[in-house]
């Protein structure tokens, strides 16, 4: 069975930099087509891809947030960790993670979430 | 960059077949998702690869796509298929969802 659970901070100040952590088991990041992606929900709005990255460090970055995202991996710890920079009050929202089953192709498909974390940007 | 195009809303009675669209330049080229997602909840996986179900997912649950159509097909809708629904594809090695439909069943 495939769990994933966001973590982070869930209240942040304009033009900081959030970090979140999706923490997963029931697969591993080691494993050939395996992958998570980011995608976050503003309250009351649609849902909105962030990033993937895949077990050979294969990634992809929305291009309207490429310059402020990051993605990395940490197998050891079955952690996916999500960093965007100068935070604003638009960002405000839900972060989920989610296992990307597939073959690293057009044909992958979302298949399990987290519960998400909602992270809200004032000062 | 690509858009997905979905109506914001989607009136069915109970019993009755709903359809949500999907729209986008070629879209039946690619493949689709579809998520549902009720209030407070995380989405779920309703329909992979066009027309694929989860074992978990009822198989009221339908989905096709071709031309610059995707649709998602829920027959015999039910009181609980009352959520909002998303649609989603690859474009260009990017992911792309549609802006949501709100399934209501009255």
């Not at chain 2, 997905?4 to 080229?29: E, M, N, W």
């Amino acid at each position: 069975q495939i769990t994933l659970k966001e973590s982070g901070p869930t209240l942040v100040k304009p033009t900081q930099t959030l970090t979140l952590t999706c923490t997963f088991s029931g697969f591993s990041l080691t494993t050939s087509g395996e992958g998570v992606g980011w995608i976050r929900q503003p309250p009351g709005k649609a849902l909105e891809w962030l990033t993937v990255i895949y077990w050979n460090d294969y990634n992809r970055y929305s291009p309207s947030l490429s310059s402020r995202l990051t993605i990395t991996k940490d197998t050891s710890q079955n952690q996916v960790v999500l960093t965007l920079t100068n935070m604003g009050p638009v960002d405000t929202g839900t972060y989920y993670c989610a296992h990307i089953s597939g073959y690293n192709s057009p044909a992958d498909w979302f298949d399990t979430w987290g519960q998400g974390t909602l992270v809200t940007v004032s000062s | 960059s690509y858009d997905l195009t979905q109506p914001p809303s989607v009136s069915v009675s109970p019993g009755r077949t709903a359809s949500i669209t999907c729209s986008g330049d070629k879209l039946g080229d690619k493949y689709t998702s579809w998520f549902q997602q009720r209030p407070g909840q995380s989405p779920v996986l309703v329909i992979f690869q066009n027309n694929k179900r989860p074992s978990t997912i009822p198989a009221r649950f339908s989905g096709s796509n071709s031309g610059n159509t995707a649709t998602l097909t829920i027959s015999g809708t039910q009181a609980m298929d009352e959520a909002d629904y998303y649609c989603q594809a690859w474009a260009s090695r990017n992911v792309v969802f549609g802006g949501g439909t709100k399934l209501t069943v009255l």
